[in-house]
């Protein structure tokens, strides 16, 4: 099996299961969130960066970790697709790299920055430094060395330069969403859609479900299908 059907068949498994989600039964009349119409402007030209400088032969940033926290993962999802085809018809990407390029650059990091998320809900404590420091910074971190490796193994890279520059890659990912998510939880909590006040900053006597409450303007959307619920 080509590299090209292995990353069709994994948007389409992909887009099958976010659609099944239904996130958009909790938009209401105010229409899709900001960050996921920013998104559509914005990753297309960083997915495309490299090829429009001429510098090298891989993306410099995906953006995907960061949208999971701020939207969660089926509108992450969705939003992977037309962005391909923005980077494919505004950017010097034929569709077969662009289509590897939403699998390994948008699907498959907010997938697994969703299942390490998951796991630091259910397993780790309940505290602000966990959530900026464990899914802001290590989670994006893994999870785009994961997908880097994935997409490098698909497209015959050798082990050794794949693991170099996949690991600066990951490197400078989980650094600038780190940064982002403290700022975002300092001054704007509103924009993350996986973060309440009342889970991560409740008093230790709170009643367990008290503080599993979310409070944030962000999470509504999210509110139908929780994107990272044990």
């Known amino acids: 099996m080509d590299a090209v059907a292995v990353d069709l068949g994994i948007v389409m498994l992909a887009l099958a299961m976010a659609i099944a989600l239904q996130p958009w039964r909790a938009l209401g009349s105010s229409g899709p969130p900001w960050p996921w119409v920013i998104a559509w402007a914005l990753l297309p030209l960083l997915w495309s960066l490299d090829r429009q400088l001429g510098v090298a032969a891989l993306p410099l940033l995906s953006g995907a970790a960061l949208l999971v926290l701020m939207t969660g993962w089926p509108l992450a999802v969705l939003a992977c697709v037309p962005m391909a085809i923005v980077a494919a018809v ?3 990407l034929d569709v077969a790299q662009a289509l590897h390029r939403a699998v390994w650059l948008g699907i498959v990091p907010a997938t697994a920055a969703l299942a390490l998320g998951t796991a630091a809900r259910r397993w780790l404590p309940h505290h602000v430094a966990v959530y900026v420091m464990g899914r802001g910074f290590f989670g994006t971190g893994v999870a785009m060395l994961a997908s880097g490796l994935g997409g490098a193994g ?3 890279v050798p082990g050794a330069d794949a693991w170099v520059a996949q690991g600066l890659l990951a490197l400078a990912e989980a650094s600038i969403t780190g940064g982002l998510v403290a700022a975002m939880v300092a001054q704007r909590p509103a ?5 309440s006040d009342r889970l ?15 409070t944030t303007a962000g999470a509504r959307y999210a509110r139908t299908s929780p ?3 044990p």
């Open 90 to 92: 505004c950017g010097p």
């Open 154 to 156: 698909i497209a015959h």
């Open 191 to 195: 924009w993350l859609a996986t973060y």
């Open 200 to 214: 991560y900053l409740a008093p230790a006597d709170a009643a367990p479900e008290q503080a599993r409450r979310t």
């Open 227 to 229: 994107p990272d619920a």
